[in-house]
């Protein structure tokens, strides 16, 4: 199994950016497809973005197209999120996952590991 740990969260203002990083240690990262998912208080846990083991394909959520950036390097068993032009409805806890390649890449269960999360809150 894959054991992965966000960072880079953080407290910043409308308009600015953030980058996430997301390590992973144990089995090999680079036969995991990586997503991202995030969750406000009182809401669902949603899909923000998906990448492939490669890396040469990546899709994101309606909501975050334009301005998140999911990336990953796997020499260095990390997976990022570039997040710019943030918005206070960004505020939330963001999720890094890892899945098989089988199953849909934007359903949280399709998912097997989990980080624990790295709170990011954009003030107006």
């Known amino acids: 199994q894959v054991q992965l740990v966000e960072s880079g969260g953080g407290v910043v203002q409308a308009g600015d950016s953030l980058r996430l990083s997301c390590a992973a240690s144990?089995?090999?990262?680079?036969?995991?497809?990586m997503g991202w998912f995030r969750q406000a208080p009182g809401k669902e846990r949603e899909f923000v973005a998906a990448?492939?083991?490669?890396?040469?394909?990546?899709t994101s959520a309606d909501s975050v197209k334009g301005r998140f950036t999911i990336s990953r390097d796997n020499a260095k068993n990390t997976v990022y999120l570039q997040m710019n032009t943030l918005k206070p409805e960004d505020t939330a806890v963001y999720y890094c996952?890892?899945?098989?390649?089988?199953?849909?890449?934007?359903?949280?269960?399709?998912?097997?590991?989990w980080g624990q999360g790295t709170q990011v809150t954009v003030s107006s």
């Open positions: 990448i492939t083991r490669g890396g040469g394909n990546t």
């Open positions: 144990g089995r090999t990262f680079s036969s995991y497809p």
């Open positions: 996952a890892a899945k098989d390649a089988a199953g849909s890449w934007t359903k949280d269960y399709e998912y097997h590991y």
